[in-house]
């Protein structure tokens, strides 16, 4: 038989019946998704594998679920929902969430989103989404959707196959790169020093395979260099490091959009005590103690994301190791300048006086300082 050809046992004449279509449906490997909502205080959420793309431009996708449905029926009201993208050891969150109890949220651990949309924890990405249109298909409500907010963070989708859940395998796998190249960021010098694939893998618990491809594509990225069969640690380039300002700089914007004017006496109190302790490691624009300067800059600008009060927005960034690449870059000979100074005091009056403007103005400033500060200045 060519690969073209079918089986006899294979054929089918006909309308298949319910039956034989699950059957067959049931070949299609899917990711498992939580579909949830917020109608009039009460929190809904049903399992969902029907879930796809639709258009990069506007961000958007679609979702189906039965008609009857409560979370269904909840999303025709309120035109808000958040697809919940499950990690592989999510199946007994899938389970439930596919089940009839009365409760579902009852031990499942979650945070707000758009519009008081559960978006569950541990989830490896969150789409938070407003309905454009809805669309009557079968036993199915289809709705489409644009994306107003994403998150997501490393990790392996848990996929559903014939009727149970398993792990999907990716190649080349997404999580090992993001491993890999937190560990190139965060443990290594800048100094030539050998990269051993297995040692990292051992490290890491990561199939040695994964962790050679995550090496070899840090090289494109420039984070280190391949000479010969090895790899080498390579100095961070300007552009890297761009890049990470970058997204620094959409997330700390995000966050005092969000907070500013809104925030409480003893946390304005506590952001004016975190400013003045990095005022005390540079003397002269000089750094006294530039290892004390990074974990209190560090300590300063996490506690600015935290004031959202999201624990994904502060696991998202923490997990740009800033203070690791700072590290990378910030030498005893490099210029501590009363500007970065300056930025500091302006961002914490910002906030002390419910000025938003003064604040996003000066953190868009602070982001370019590393750009105007060449070779042997500071970069925060």
């Given at each position: 038989m060519t690969a073209v050809e079918t089986s006899t046992e294979e054929k089918s004449t006909g309308e298949p019946s319910k039956g034989e279509f699950r059957d067959v449906m049931g070949r299609f490997a899917s990711g498992v998704t939580v579909i949830t909502t917020n109608f009039e205080g009460e929190d809904l959420g049903a399992a969902a594998s029907a879930v796809s793309s639709l258009s990069d431009e506007p961000?958007?996708?679609?979702?189906?679920?039965?008609?009857?449905?409560?979370?269904?029926?909840?999303?025709?009201?309120?035109?808000?929902?958040?697809?919940?993208?499950?990690?592989?050891d999510s199946a007994p969150i899938a389970q439930r969430f596919a089940s009839k109890a009365p409760d579902k949220f009852a031990t499942?651990?979650?945070?707000?989103?758009?519009?008081?949309?559960?978006?569950i924890a541990g989830s490896i990405a969150h789409f938070e989404c407003v309905v454009d249109e809805t669309v009557?298909?079968?036993?199915?409500?289809?709705?489409?959707?644009?994306?107003?907010?994403?998150s997501s963070k490393p990790g392996n989708p848990l996929a559903y196959f014939r009727g149970s859940f398993g792990r999907m395998e990716t190649a080349p796998d997404a999580a090992a790169l993001h491993a890999v190249r937190d560990y190139v960021v965060a443990a290594v010098t800048d100094e030539t020093v050998p990269l051993d694939a297995e040692s990292i893998a051992a490290e890491l618990e990561i199939e040695v395979g994964r962790t050679f491809q995550a090496l070899v594509a840090l090289t494109n990225e420039g984070l280190v260099r391949r000479a010969g069969g090895t790899f080498e640690v390579e100095p961070v380039p300007d552009e890297v490091i761009y890049d990470y300002y970058a997204a620094k700089l959409?997330?700390?914007?995000?966050?005092?959009?969000?907070?500013?004017g809104s925030v409480e006496?003893?946390?304005?109190?506590?952001?004016?005590?975190?400013?003045?302790?990095?005022?005390?490691?540079?003397?002269?624009?000089?750094?006294?103690?530039p290892k004390g300067w990074i974990r209190a800059n560090a300590d300063f600008h996490e506690y600015l994301v935290g004031l959202a009060g999201?624990?994904?927005l502060t696991e998202t960034y923490k997990g740009l190791q800033l203070p690791s690449l700072e590290r990378r870059s910030i030498k005893p000979s490099t210029k501590a300048t009363t500007v970065?100074?300056?930025?500091?005091?302006?961002i914490v009056e910002g906030y002390e006086n419910g000025d938003v403007e003064l604040v996003l103005r000066t953190l868009a400033a602070h982001n370019r300082r590393p750009q105007e500060m060449r070779e042997g200045d500071g970069m925060v």
């Open positions: 961000p958007s996708l679609l979702i189906c679920l039965n008609v009857t449905s409560t979370t269904a029926q909840a999303i025709v009201k309120n035109g808000t929902f958040a697809v919940n993208v499950l990690a592989e499942i651990a979650f945070e707000r989103g758009h519009a008081d949309v559960p978006l009557r298909g079968g036993t199915h409500l289809v709705f489409l959707a644009r994306v107003v907010r994403v959409a997330i700390e914007v995000g966050a005092a959009a969000q907070t500013v006496p003893e946390q304005l109190a506590e952001l004016r005590r975190l400013l003045d302790e990095t005022l005390g490691f540079s003397v002269d624009e000089q750094f006294s103690d999201s624990v994904i970065l100074h300056d930025d500091h005091k302006a």
